[in-house]
């Protein structure tokens, strides 16, 4: 399986990611880093991508589905769709749970842009997942079955 990892300049535990998965991609300017980000989708042909951000919850929580909506005022795109489902490894009896509300932040920014880049490149086959994350749950990532 070829994984394509990435994460914000903010979060502060990369490392531990880049001990996991070798090479993590890091968005620092959203909108360059998103260019940049779709280049290495095309170069790579991953079959899963993996967002990572923290978690400002007490748990580790997987996102459900990305929506067209940037801090509860603006569209994220242009587009006409309104949200794009993401992939959820099954995780019964393990430290992360599902999202039960998508949030509107830069995550979701990203999430919603990379979405709309597989369906506008027809890359339907790769995975799209993105979890935030605890520290302390990092390296329950490698436990879940992300195929």
């Keep these: 399986m070829k994984l394509l990892v990435y994460t914000f300049r903010t979060f502060p535990h990369s490392h531990k990611l880049e001990?996991?998965?070798?090479?993590?991609?890091?968005?620092?300017?959203?909108?360059?880093?998103?260019?940049?980000?779709?280049?290495?989708?095309?170069?790579?042909?991953?079959n899963l991508i993996l967002g990572v951000a923290k978690s400002n919850y007490k748990f580790s929580v997987f996102e459900p589905k990305?929506?067209?909506?940037?801090?509860k005022k603006g569209r994220v795109s242009k587009n006409e769709k309104f949200e794009y489902p993401l992939f959820v490894p099954h995780i019964n009896n393990s430290v992360f749970k599902v999202s039960n509300k998508p949030t509107?932040?830069?995550?979701?920014?990203?999430?919603?842009?990379?979405?709309?880049?597989?369906?506008?490149?027809?890359?339907?086959?790769?995975?799209?997942?993105?979890?935030?994350?605890?520290?302390?749950?990092?390296?329950?990532?490698?436990?879940?079955?992300?195929?």
């Design 66 to 71: 990305a929506i067209n909506q940037f801090h």
């Design 19 to 46: 001990d996991i998965f070798g090479t993590v991609f890091v968005f620092d300017k959203i909108k360059d880093g998103l260019i940049k980000f779709e280049n290495l989708i095309l170069k790579n042909q991953p």
């Design 104 to 147: 509107d932040s830069y995550c979701n920014y990203t999430i919603f842009k990379i979405a709309e880049f597989l369906e506008s490149e027809s890359l339907n086959i790769v995975k799209f997942s993105f979890v935030h994350i605890l520290p302390k749950d990092i390296e329950a990532l490698t436990s879940l079955n992300l195929t």
